[in-house]
């Protein structure tokens, strides 16, 4: 695992003017915008690079020529979510750290430390994109993949809107008040184990994905 994990920071950091670039616009974005932005945007992108290299495993017999090494298909499905997990927390420690750095400039530091618990609330949706993304990835590759992902959130939007008008009718009116009523620590740990749930049934799914490819 260790040799696929330095393969794939190798590729990642071969596109460094790209990096430069993303590391400028999230540095004028922590100056100008609220946190919340810096914090999705940096690990978002970070999410998309791990993610990406898959891409770059398919080019070219890529996956045939991977399992002629001493690497399992179960190894590469443990590499990808692991790579996946180490940019989300790097990413979001960099962003972080960047944000304080200017809010301790700026003479807001109370402020941006008093933010911190929702920065790390974060992380939740952003694990939710992994483990979404990443099986889509494998299943699809990098040709079909944008049109899962798009019939997916599609379909996600949908059901988000039905929930608001089913929620606005007085139809679930009880379970709003309920759910209203739960404290914010609550719902952080609430939804961190939902996450959690789903970030490892995303990953017996692509381990399943994995065995039955065909290169």
């Known amino acids: 695992m260790r040799g696929l994990l330095e393969k794939d920071f ?16 999230a540095l004028m974005m922590a100056m100008t915008m609220d946190s919340a ?5 940096t690990v978002s992108l970070c999410v998309l690079l791990a993610v990406g290299t898959v891409s770059y495993d398919e ?10 090494l001493p690497v399992d298909r179960k190894t590469y499905v443990d590499e990808k979510y692991l790579l996946c997990i180490l940019l989300d927390l790097a990413g979001w420690c960099v ?30 949706p952003l694990t939710l994109g992994i483990s979404v993304m990443l099986p889509i990835q494998l299943k699809y590759g990098a040709g079909k993949s944008h049109l899962a992902l798009a019939v997916l959130f599609g379909s996600a939007v949908l059901v988000v809107v039905g929930v608001r008008r089913l929620i606005l009718s007085g139809a679930a009116s009880s379970l709003g008040e309920r759910l209203s009523s739960l404290s914010p620590e609550a719902w952080v740990l609430a939804l961190s184990a939902v996450s959690l749930l789903v970030l490892f049934g995303s990953y017996l799914w692509s381990r399943h994905i994995m065995e039955e490819k065909e290169f």
């Not at 932005?37 to 945007?41: L, Q």
């Not at 944000?99 to 992380?123: D, F, N, V």
């Open 59 to 68: 080019f070219d017999n890529g996956f045939l020529f991977l399992m002629t």
């Open 10 to 25: 190798r590729l990642i950091a071969q596109r460094k003017q790209t990096l430069l670039m993303y590391a400028a616009i």
């Open 95 to 124: 962003a972080t750290l960047i944000y304080c750095g200017i809010a301790l400039a700026q003479g807001r530091m109370a402020e941006a430390a008093a933010e911190l618990p929702t920065l790390a609330s974060m992380m939740i």
């Open 37 to 41: 932005y810096i914090i999705g945007y």
